[in-house]
């Protein structure tokens, strides 16, 4: 992805999520994606996308189970 492509992506996921800390970071060895971190921590990978002409970014998050809180007991 080009420099504007990766500024004009942060610009946009730090206006839709309110949140200034987000960064967009290159992946030397993939010329289609970039990754996302939320206060230097890895959160996803954004994908480019390019076929019929027109161009999407899928932006790809997993989140562990581990991760998660604890259900409070009315939700188990």
Do not use: C, H
């Amino acid at each position: 992805m080009t420099r504007s492509e990766i500024w004009r992506l942060e610009k946009y996921l730090r206006n839709l999520f309110r949140l200034d800390t987000i960064t967009i970071l290159e992946r030397p060895k993939q010329q289609d994606s970039v990754e996302v971190l939320v206060n230097g921590e890895f959160i996803g990978v954004i994908f480019k996308d390019e076929e019929d002409g027109e161009t999407s970014y899928a932006f790809n998050m997993a989140i562990l189970e581990m991760d998660l809180p604890e259900a409070p007991a009315s939700r188990a």
